[in-house]
Structures are given as C-alpha cells and as structure tokens.
C-alpha cells in the first residue's frame, strides 16, 4: 500500500485497520487508512504541540520542521493530514492567492488566443501563392484587418507590421497582375 502523505510504499501491516464509525458495524474491519502508522503519529504528535503551543524552542524546532515537511510531501504529490497540516496547506489567503492567479491566467489565455489566430491568419496569408485575381486576397486581408482593430478602430500594434507587410505586397500583386481581357 502507499501512504497518501509519505508515498511510501509499506506493508499493509505498516497500516492501521480502518474501522467504519457507523451504527451497526462499528466493529467491522472496512479497511485501512490511507497514511501510515508513523505518520499518523506525526501528525498526532506535532498537532497537540501545536494546539497546545510551543513551551520550549525543540517543540518549535519540530512545529517548524513539519511545516517544511509538509510542504515538501505536498509538492511530492503527498496529502499530508492533522489539523496543523491543514493550516500550513491550506491557508484561507494562499487559497484565495491560487484562485486569483488561476483568474487571471484564464482571463490572459483568453485575450492571446485570438490574438495568435489573426497572427496566424496574417502568417496563412503571407505565405499564400498568389493565384487569383488580386480581390480574393484584398478581400481576405480586409477580413484580417477587422479582427485586428482596437477599441479606438485602429490597428493594434501587435498587428501592424504583419498588415503593413501584406498590403505592400498584395498592392504589388495587384499592380502585377495581367487582367484577362473580357471575352466578347
Ligand atoms: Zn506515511
């Protein structure tokens, strides 16, 4: 079995018997737990200290000690358990930190994602041989250009050079291009 806040991987005799709390088959054996015996007495042990406060600096040399510990097991992987594991990991502010951050990559994947698809139109375009009569390819820039407008109905700078780039060369074509003579 692995323990859950260790990750040891530990004899089931390393476990104790979980034993169900609900009427009825409260001496049935249901399992075990999910960490092992040495860190439950951890927990047991730095929990009561901490409770109880730290009186000397070897109980707060062991409240800091399994601070650390915790936290090294939770990057591990580890689901460390006790009272004072749950205030060292899941402090209210560092949860609201978390949530902020994660807000916030949300609301910054949303504004580059469309941003990479006009780039990636531009870039399509760029690369497009030139086949077509000139219209095709001013009417597809034209569709790049409305996604690439800011508030103020400008270009935005982070468009310009790839629109700038384009229209220097789809004029080029257009002044190129040998129209077909009109079949009479
Ligand atoms: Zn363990």
């Known amino acids: 079995m692995i323990c859950k806040q260790c990750l040891k991987d530990l004899p089931e005799t390393d476990f104790r018997p979980y034993v169900s709390r609900s009427k009825g088959i409260r001496t049935s054996t249901v399992g075990h737990n999910t960490i092992c015996k040495k860190c439950e007495s951890i927990n047991c042990m730095v929990t009561r200290v901490w409770r109880q406060g730290a009186k000397n600096p070897k109980e707060q040399q062991l409240l800091d000690s399994a601070a650390s510990y915790y936290k090294c097991l939770k990057e591990a992987g580890g689901d460390p358990l006790g009272a004072y594991a749950r205030y060292i990991l899941d402090k209210p502010e560092v949860h609201g930190v ?5 807000k916030m990559l949300e609301e910054m994947a949303l ?15 760029a690369e497009e041989q030139l086949v077509d009569i000139p219209d095709v390819y001013q009417a597809k820039l034209e569709a790049l250009r409305e996604q690439s407008l800011g508030k103020d109905g400008k270009i935005l700078t982070a468009y310009k050079p790839f629109y700038d780039k384009l229209v220097e060369k789809l004029d080029d074509y257009e002044d190129n291009y040998v129209w077909k003579k009109p079949v009479n």
Do not use: M, Q
């Open 98 to 102: 978390r949530s902020n951050i994660d």
């Open 111 to 125: 504004k580059v994602t469309p941003a990479d698809k006009v780039i990636e139109g531009y870039k399509a375009l």
